[in-house]
């Protein structure tokens, strides 16, 4: 089992930044990636970013490519996504997930919900224009 605490969420305004972290705790050893999805509000659940655990190779969804960055701290046990030149859009409740003991993870399953095993609980972001 492995869990997942999300935080760094609020209100910002417009043209703003803010930085969330996702940690870790239980069979951390066992993670193969981890990822950010977000579900604004009468949407489904989107794919935001991923992040390779033992390589740092990263990928990000089009609509926020140049603006948000994913790492992590593999001593910490934590992931954290940088999100700058936040717009009104970009509203929504963030979450993290770990995908764990795969031995691959192509691209196309990470973007995907599927592709992983645990989730956090969310943090809200608030973008006001």
């Known amino acids: 089992q492995v869990q997942l605490v999300e935080s760094g969420g609020g209100l910002v305004q417009a043209g703003g930044s803010l930085r969330l972290s996702c940690v870790a705790s239980?069979?951390?050893?066992?993670?193969?990636?981890m990822g950010w999805f977000r579900q604004a509000p009468g949407k489904e659940r989107e794919f935001v970013a991923t992040?390779?655990?033992?390589?740092?190779?990263?990928y990000y969804a089009d609509s926020v490519k140049g603006r948000f960055a994913i790492s992590r701290d593999n001593a910490k046990n934590t992931v954290y996504l940088q999100m700058n030149s936040l717009n009104p859009e970009d509203t929504a409740v963030y979450s993290c997930?770990?995908?764990?003991?795969?031995?691959?993870?192509?691209?196309?399953?990470?973007?995907?919900?599927?592709?992983?095993?645990?989730w956090g609980q969310g943090t809200q972001v608030t973008v006001s224009s």
């Open positions: 992040i390779k655990w033992t390589t740092g190779s990263t």
């Open positions: 239980g069979r951390t050893f066992s993670t193969t990636a």
């Open positions: 997930a770990a995908r764990t003991l795969r031995t691959t993870s192509p691209i196309g399953v990470l973007i995907t919900e599927r592709g992983y095993d645990y």
